[in-house]
Each structure stands twice: as C-alpha cells, then as structure tokens.
C-alpha cells in the first residue's frame, strides 16, 4: 500500500524546516519553498528551479501541495465574489473576496458548519461536519490569491466565514503564521481580523500566541438574550467574555480596539433599551462597534431590523461616545451578505442541503 503523502501548503515554517532537515537539508530550504508556493502561487515540485532534480524527486515520493477546489464562484453586481469550496471529504465551506476602495478582503471559514447554534446564523443552523486543516484554510488565501490570472493580492483576511475559528485553534493559529510570514503573505497584525462568538479560554489562548485584531459576535448585551441567541453564552457569560477581552487588549501593548458585532435582528435586540444596555456593559472595554443588520435566510424566523431603527440604534451609540460603524450589506444578488449560499448551490449540485451561510463581512 502506497504511504499517504504529506500536504505542504499548511505547514508553518517551524514545520517546513523539520520537513526539509528530515530529507536531509538545510532550513533554508523551507523559505525556498515558501516564497514558491505563497508568493509565487507555483504548486508543482518541478517548476521550483532552485531545488535540485534529486530534491524534486524526492519531494514527488513523499509530499504534495493540494489547495482546495472552487466548485463555483458567483460575482454580485458590485464586484463581491463568493466561491463555493469543496474539501476533500466532500464538505462544501464557502469564502468570499470583497473588493473595497483601499483593499481587498478575503473571508475565509475555519469549520465546515459550526456546533455553536447561534440562532440567527444559517451555518449555525446546518450544524458542525468538521474542522479544516491549516491546509484547507490557508488554502482559501492561496486560491484567492492565485487561481485567477492577474488576480490582485488579497490585502486583508477576516475569520468570518463558516465555523467557530476558536473552536479549531491550532491550525487557525497555523494559517495566520502564514498569513504573517515575510517569505509567505506577509500581512500585518492590522490586516487580519479573527471573529468569535466569545470562546474565553481560547481568547486567553490567542492572546499568547498571536497579536492579530480581534471581533467579539456580541450581538446581545444581557444574559438572558444572550443565552438565547448566542448559546455559547451559557457556558461563558458576558462577564467572563468581556474580562478577557480586556486582557486581551492589556495583553500586548499593540493592541488598540476590539471590534464588537451587532446584528440588528428586529424586535429581538434592536431597541434603545438594548443599545443602552450595550453602552453600559462595553464600559472599560476599547472597541468599536460594527452593526450588521440581519441576513435573512431560508428557515429562520428573525427579519432584519428597519432602516430607521438601525439609524436610531447607531445615533444612540454615537450620541454616547461609541465609535460605530454600520456594516454595509453587499452582495444581496448572491446572498452575498451571509447567506444561504452555500445551502443553496449544494441542493442544486449534491441533492441535499448540507452546507450553509457565509457569515458577512467587516466593510467598515
Ligand atoms: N463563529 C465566528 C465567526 C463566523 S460568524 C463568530 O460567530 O464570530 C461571522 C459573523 O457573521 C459573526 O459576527 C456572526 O454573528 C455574523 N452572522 C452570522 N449570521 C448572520 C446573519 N444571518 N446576518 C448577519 N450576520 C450574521
Ligand atoms: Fe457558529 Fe459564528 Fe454562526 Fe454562531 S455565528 S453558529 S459561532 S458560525
């Protein structure tokens, strides 16, 4: 039986070392590498001139460098493009390329579904298939970046795709030392952005290993509703969620603001009442705000709230000193923001509804 090859494309530079010194050479080797495959998009061992022929072989018995494939890719009339993923094991996840006037951003997903039953969250209502490897997940850049022709570099990366990232750390953690690495994508701290439904160990956890923007899926500011729609909460309260936040931000000297996230769902947490409750519990927490108003999707009884309660709920918050933004929802033509599409292309290609939504998108 033939050994299972080993996938380069999520290996940090830690590991591509060790790889190379285990075929007996040198470190540099791992930045050769690197610079080939994230730089410079090449995935065949042959194209990689500066490794010997014997190398090259060698690399063909025991290794490959497989991305993910783009099953379908829907561009929405403002230039948003959504793709449809399939993994290996036949889970479909979905990214999404958001082109902006300064920037380029890339949403990614980390699980195929998410465990976590947020009530207002199609991914959430599919329920978890499985985590992705910091292959699959890198790999989405690595598409994004090189699949088309001429593409232009992706310039910011948001974890706000499918799936809890928090939930499957370590090869999260991997895919950012790619993402960060100067013989890789070389983005800054500022430039990638991991969102959480408020996993707090695991926000502890980040906050030793890596330095990158945080966003907290607040979405309620009591307990009560909180437990309601976002589950999670019943395990970590708000409490507990917003200490580590400010640890979060003590932590590393270099860490200015968190993003907090707001849906505004109409009639569940988009009052004034709530925007006051909000004022009140984010006291002492450096943030800004980002109200994204609900993405209604197929099975899910919540509307997204009026435009005049989201413009009250935003002057309210502005009124009291909070910096707010309001996210801006894209991409409608192709459920672009946080849809169903996923769900809806797996009915139309596999027969059944296995995927769900992405989860849109930090434009502010
Ligand atoms: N699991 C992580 C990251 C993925 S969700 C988290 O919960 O933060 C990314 C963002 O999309 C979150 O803020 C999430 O609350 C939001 N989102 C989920 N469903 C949505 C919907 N139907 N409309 C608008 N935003 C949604
Ligand atoms: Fe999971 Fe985030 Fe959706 Fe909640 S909002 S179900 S944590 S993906």
């Not at 042959?46 to 022929?53: I, N």
């Not at 009639?267 to 006051?276: C, F, L, Y």
């Not at 995927?355 to 502010?364: E, R, V, W």
Request: hydrophobic residues 35%.
């Amino acid at each position: 039986m033939s050994k299972e090859k080993i996938n380069l494309l999520g290996l940090t530079h830690d590991s591509l070392v060790n790889f190379f010194n285990s075929l007996g050479e040198p470190n540099f080797k791992a930045s050769q590498f690197m610079k080939w495959v994230h730089q410079r998009g090449v995935i065949d061992f042959d194209e990689m001139t500066d490794f010997s022929a014997n190398l090259r072989n060698q690399l063909l018995e025991v290794a490959e460098i497989k991305p993910p494939i783009i099953e379908e890719c829907l561009t929405s009339p403002e230039g948003t493009k959504k793709y449809l993923i399939k993994l290996d094991s036949g889970s479909m996840i979905e990214m999404v390329k958001i082109p902006e006037k300064k920037r380029l951003t890339l949403c990614i997903s980390s699980q195929a579904g998410c465990a976590l039953q947020c009530t207002f969250c199609a991914t959430g209502h599919q329920g978890f298939e499985r985590n992705l490897s910091s292959a699959e997940i890198i790999g989405q850049l690595w598409l994004a970046n090189f699949n088309e022709e001429f593409a232009q570099p992706i310039s910011n990366i948001v974890f706000m795709g499918m799936g809890e990232p928090l939930l499957n750390i370590e090869p999260v953690l991997d895919s950012i030392s790619l993402m960060q690495h100067q013989n890789a994508y070389g983005l800054s701290k500022r430039r990638i952005t991991l969102s959480t439904s408020g996993i707090v160990p695991e926000i502890d956890k980040l906050s030793s290993r890596t330095d990158v923007s945080l966003a907290i899926s607040l979405h309620a500011a009591n307990n009560t509703l909180r437990n309601e729609i976002v589950p999670i909460n019943k395990k970590y309260p708000l409490d507990q969620l917003l200490n580590s936040c400010k640890k979060y931000l003590k932590d590393k000297s270099k860490r200015h603001t968190i993003t907090i996230e707001y849906i505004l769902i109409e009639g569940v947490n988009d009052s004034i009442e709530h925007a006051k409750e909000l004022v009140k519990v984010l006291k002492g927490v450096s943030c800004k705000i980002n109200l994204i108003p609900f993405n209604p999707f197929d099975g899910s009884n919540y509307s997204r709230s009026s435009d005049n309660t989201i413009q009250a709920f935003k002057d309210f918050l502005i009124q009291k000193g909070m910096i707010t933004t309001l996210r801006i929802t894209r991409g409608d033509a192709i459920d672009g923001a946080c849809g169903q599409l996923v769900g809806k292309l797996t009915k139309s290609i596999r027969g059944k509804n296995t995927g769900n939504s992405i989860n849109l998108i930090n434009t502010s």
